[in-house]
């Protein structure tokens, strides 16, 4: 497979010699990382040290693409305008496979260590460019050919051969369109912003994307109309000049349907020329001087961006040092503060439940049939605000639990070297932490959202709420947190009970909830059972604090 893969690369050897492309450097440069591709685990087990189960990672991700072309070819079905179904199609491949790339290649688009032997040689940055270009490239085109398989047939008995024709070049498009602009963005900020900052973008474009991804996924259909949009066509709109799937939907009514208005031919031209410019800003312009900057990510050098020694902490720290008892918890809570900071891998896994829970909510709470307003009188006469409040305890339950874990988890023998009498206090410190960097703000809006839904009278009820998470709050840190801040690998997050203790948690806030719920109608037994909560949530705070050293597995 590789080899056909670089004599079709080879194919265009004119065209990458007119850009200042090398060709046998290329080739040389392209089959040694189509040969490293095969011994690197990529999507979902990057953790496996099975060796079996890391041979069958090609076989699983190919399955699943397969399975996603499927989901999406029906909209070709649904829609009875087919371009307009193409592009529905082809903006959700695009996101995938934009996705993917920022997700699984990033650390391939910035690996510099094949420059530790290229650069030594005399191989120009022209090369070195195209060549990564060309390596995500061809191994996108295996997944991309698992997933295109059943709309290739679906076109193939509907449109015949020229159909499948015109279909090819739309999906070659969009290759292209995507991996050139995933290239120009990451090259633009290497040009505009320092090399400390490179990396901490890059992470926050992973969360939004998948903030995006399970954002559109559920609620997509339930503030669109469907069943208009089915006979709708989505190319008269002007917005779509701006969206890539329909300049490469435009083609199709184009060459296919035989109409020929300007917009369709504009936008049409747009999908055929967008990539050769990409391609041309990317090695006449951006590609100056990428090898060196690849190279100054890992080297550290004095292009990076220098931190603020004296920079003040923030209102939120503030008032979380205010929570510490001692010393010791107030450092604590400072230490844990900047390490959740810091730390990619903890944000990369934290981040994106901060959005997922009110999306979620927002899911279920429109569940009803009618048009917005509606659904909203509808929300307004529920009490689907008892959902909401307990909604928000994985807003704190999530950061909390992660502290716990940390990439590079080997630099916690500094707890041993310290003399910390009860490293329970740790424990607070990142109770402390979580509470107030994620918990309190995101509730605080939740808050305001109950308000102006269902007005002053769940304001109570929210009360009540908060004392029974930060009560749930102090279960979890007595039953689960069974390892000092940031001292355990990530690998070791995924083992044995916690499945078991995930389903404990469920029960155990399932209970509170319930109980909450059957009292809501009384508002002085909310505030008595506020006072109550808030009374043994401080009697096992102390309890934490008083923590001994083999409570903890570390």
């Given amino acids: ?71 999406l070819m029906t909209t070709f079905v649904q829609f009875e305008h087919l371009p307009t179904g193409m592009t529905l199609f082809f903006s959700a491949w695009m996101v995938l496979l934009i996705m993917t790339l920022i997700t699984d290649f990033t650390e391939v688009l910035i690996d510099v260590r094949d420059n530790y032997i290229i650069l030594p040689q005399p191989v120009n940055d022209r090369t070195v460019t195209i060549s990564r270009i060309l390596h995500v490239l061809l191994y996108l085109s295996k997944l991309a050919f698992a997933f295109m398989i059943p709309s290739v047939i679906y076109i193939i008995i509907k449109y015949g051969w020229l159909g499948i024709l015109i279909f090819g070049l739309q999906f070659s498009l969009s290759v292209i369109i995507a991996i050139f602009f995933v290239n120009l963005v990451y090259l633009i900020i290497l040009n505009v912003t320092s090399i400390a900052r490179f990396k901490e973008i890059i992470g926050y474009f992973q969360i939004a994307f998948s903030i995006l991804i399970f954002g559109g996924y559920y609620l997509l259909p339930r503030l669109l109309d469907f069943e208009q949009l089915q006979e709708a066509n989505v190319l008269e709109n002007p917005i779509t000049y701006l969206l890539p799937s329909a300049w490469i939907a435009s083609i199709w009514e184009v060459l296919i349907n035989g109409i020929f208005q300007t917009n369709y ?113 509808a929300l307004q006469a529920s009490d689907w605000y008892i959902v909401l409040i307990y909604f928000c305890v994985m807003l704190f339950a999530t950061p909390f639990l992660s ?134 949530f401080l009697f096992a705070v102390e309890s934490i604090r008083k923590k001994e050293w083999q409570s903890f597995k570390n």
């Fill in 1 to 71: 497979m590789n080899k056909f893969l670089l004599k079709l690369v080879a194919l265009f050897n004119p065209f990458w010699r007119s850009l200042g492309v090398d060709t046998k450097q290329l080739a040389a440069i392209l089959g040694s990382k189509l040969l490293m591709d095969q011994r690197r685990v990529k999507g979902f087990g990057n953790n496996s040290k099975n060796e079996k189960k890391q041979k069958n990672q090609n076989t699983t991700n190919l399955l699943l693409y397969f399975i996603m072309g499927v989901f």
């Fill in 265 to 377: 031919i504009i936008m049409s031209v747009l999908a055929l020329i967008t990539p050769v410019l990409f391609l041309i800003l990317i090695i006449r312009v951006l590609a100056k001087q990428f090898s060196q900057k690849m190279m100054a990510i890992t080297a550290g050098n004095s292009t990076q961006r220098k931190e603020k020694k004296d920079k003040k902490p923030s209102l939120l720290l503030k008032f979380a040092l205010r929570l510490g008892k001692n010393q010791q918890e107030k450092a604590g809570i400072e230490w844990i503060w900047k390490m959740m900071q810091r730390s990619r891998d903890y944000k990369l896994r934290v981040y994106p439940s901060l959005a997922f829970i009110p999306m979620f909510f927002v899911y279920m709470a429109f569940t009803e049939e009618g048009t917005l307003g509606e659904k909203i009188v």
């Fill in 403 to 536: 502290t716990q874990y940390n990439e590079k988890s080997k630099t916690a023998w500094i707890f041993h070297t310290l003399p910390i009498r009860q490293p329970g206090a740790l424990v607070m410190s990142a109770f402390w932490a979580s509470l107030v960097k994620f918990f309190i703000p995101t509730y605080l809006l939740m808050l305001a959202t109950g308000l102006s839904i269902w007005g002053i009278k769940v304001l109570d009820d929210f009360l009540l709420g908060l004392m029974l998470i930060l009560l749930f709050g102090v279960i979890m840190a007595m039953m689960l947190y069974e390892h000092l801040p940031f001292s355990e690998s990530w690998k070791n997050q995924a083992k044995g009970g916690n499945f078991v203790r995930n389903i404990f948690s469920v029960f155990v806030i399932s209970l509170l909830g319930l109980a909450h719920y059957s009292i809501s109608d009384f508002t002085y037994m909310v505030w008595s059972a506020t006072i109550l909560v808030a009374s043994i």
